[in-house]
Nanobody, 125 residues
């Protein structure tokens, strides 16, 4: 599956953005999907994950309570709604996918084998 992340841009602190991850080549419903983010010079950080049917979600500590991951398998799309944005949310955001036959979630980047190209989110204070 090929992944294309989009929706990044400039936002003000306290604002919202919605990132999209478009899948092509395979049906996204066969994949668990995660969002990660990375600031230059730092480790890639887990943001959120969703099971293949969307029944289960998980969030990293920085995202919990502010971000919402969702998916529309009919459209082959996964989304990350980000609210109450803070300057330290500034990063390149990546979506990733892992084929699975279960409802498992994955929060480690090494567990994913398909990655999109990333979309830059900049939050100003």
């Amino acid at each position: 599956v090929q992944l294309q992340a989009s929706g990044g841009g400039l936002a003000q602190a306290g604002g919202s953005l919605r990132l999209s991850c478009a899948a092509s080549g395979r049906v996204i419903s066969a994949y668990a999907v995660g969002w990660f983010r990375q600031v230059p010079g730092k480790e890639r950080e887990f943001v959120a994950a969703i099971s293949r049917a969307g029944a289960r979600t998980d969030y990293g500590n920085s995202a919990r309570g502010r971000f919402t991951i969702s998916r529309d398998n009919a459209k082959n799309m996964v989304y990350l709604r980000m609210s109450s944005l803070r300057p330290d949310d500034t990063a390149v955001y990546y979506c990733a996918a892992r084929a699975t036959v279960t409802g498992a979630l994955y929060s480690e980047q090494d567990e994913y084998n398909e990655w999109g190209q990333g979309t830059l989110v900049t939050v100003s204070s």
